[in-house]
């Protein structure tokens, strides 16, 4: 399935319906495509006209927006708290699975959390330890990029790169925006 990315127009709809959302992009920057969510956090922040994270910051300073997005190195139990005053969490991530669409989204759910601390954190375990501490459920959604090249580096493998902005506009809707393209197609 091949993805292209059109200039977009944003328009905000069912305003009074806001949830307060974080965008919770991790992975590892010196890894190519580990990184990918590195790239699709700024991108968001730039279509929303905010300014993009260097590769120094997390994001975690400038909260407190109806919509925040950071970037970490991996999903931690000490992030719990943090998720606090939000109704729903948006993770992006890569993915090695080639079964998976190259831009998979899907829902997540608390009942499929190993509840074990580990090593590795699921999206889906740090929101079910949410639940267990917080006695609520939030709505997460997973964007998750195929990636193609795991060597040390910085930039992204071409393939990786061209899946940015259609993640971007998966955000935007999942976040009530309307994407609209200049594709003469559609």
């Given at each position: ?12 709809h069912s ?16 890894r ?11 991108a ?31 999903l ?42 580990t ?7 740090l ?7 917080h ?7 997973l ?12 930039n ?11 993640a ?6 999942l ?12």
């Open positions: 399935m091949k993805l292209s990315h059109f200039p977009v127009s944003l328009s905000r305003i009074t319906n806001m949830k307060r959302t974080l965008i919770v992009g991790f992975g590892n920057l010196d190519t495509d580990d990184g990918v969510a590195f790239h699709v956090v700024n968001f922040r730039r279509r929303l006209g905010l300014a993009a994270l260097d590769q120094n910051s997390t994001g975690l300073d400038d909260l407190g927006k109806s919509v925040d997005s950071v970037f970490i190195s991996q931690v139990p000490e992030m719990i708290d943090l998720l606090d005053g939000y109704d729903r969490i948006i993770f992006v991530d890569a993915h090695v699975d080639p079964a998976l669409d190259e831009l998979y989204c899907v829902a997540v759910s608390t009942e499929e959390a190993g509840l074990t601390f090593h590795h954190m699921s999206p889906a375990t929101l079910a330890f949410y639940k267990a501490i006695g609520r459920n939030l709505e997460g959604h964007v998750s990029i195929l990636g193609h090249n795991f060597d040390f580096n910085h992204l493998s071409k393939e990786t790169q061209s899946l940015v902005e259609p971007v506009d998966r955000i935007l809707s976040n009530g925006y309307k994407v609209k393209t200049n594709d003469p197609a559609t």
